[in-house]
């Protein structure tokens, strides 16, 4: 993890590299001294849809974004007045179809005082311009069907395409299973 002068440096390269259209928001890899501003965030996107992470989820996955060792990458926005107005939490993984990697955008979250604005898409900007520097191969999310609001953003970027998620929550299935079916 880069940190101080070196890391300004690389966010404002990123920024530019970027072509994020405000002045007023810069975008940069997370570092240790956002944990504050970052967890305030973390609970607002958990209530927004309508979970609850256990505390030791939530220490987990900050330990594991900052560490500079693991395939799960966060990136901030911020105020001039270093106000975090966003996250952007990616995880890099291989892909079959390709030689290359690929970054799956896990969570994008504005504070909602600052959606409409552009932090949003200077989150993705600054990510899809990671993705090239990287070499991964493609960058891809996925959102709630009725959230509309981020929809819009999402279609500036991309087109939706026709793949359906499903979910088996592997702990929850055993536990009901009854002796034998597992």
Not at 22 to 32: G, H
């Amino acid at each position: 993890v880069v940190h101080g002068r070196a890391a300004r440096a690389t966010a404002f390269r990123m920024h530019r590299m970027a072509n994020v259209a405000s002045a007023d928001i810069l975008v940069r890899r997370i570092d240790p001294g956002d944990r504050f501003g970052w967890l305030e965030l973390w609970a607002a996107y958990c209530a927004f849809y309508e979970t609850v992470v256990p505390e030791r989820v939530t220490e987990h996955t900050w330990q594991r974004i900052v560490s500079g060792d693991s395939t799960i990458g966060a990136l901030v926005a911020l105020h001039p007045a270093d106000t975090i107005l966003g996250f952007a939490h990616y995880v890099v993984h291989p892909y079959t179809w390709g030689e290359q990697p690929c970054c799956y955008l896990e969570d994008l979250f504005v504070r909602p005082a600052a959606r409409g604005k552009g932090v949003g898409a200077a989150l993705i900007e600054w990510l899809l311009a990671l993705c090239g520097q990287q070499g991964w191969s493609r960058l891809y999310w996925m959102t709630r069907e009725g959230n509309v609001v981020a929809r819009r953003l999402y279609d500036r970027f991309a087109v939706r395409d026709d793949f359906v998620r499903y979910t088996v929550a592997v702990r929850e299935r055993a536990e009901r299973a009854a002796p034998g079916d597992v």
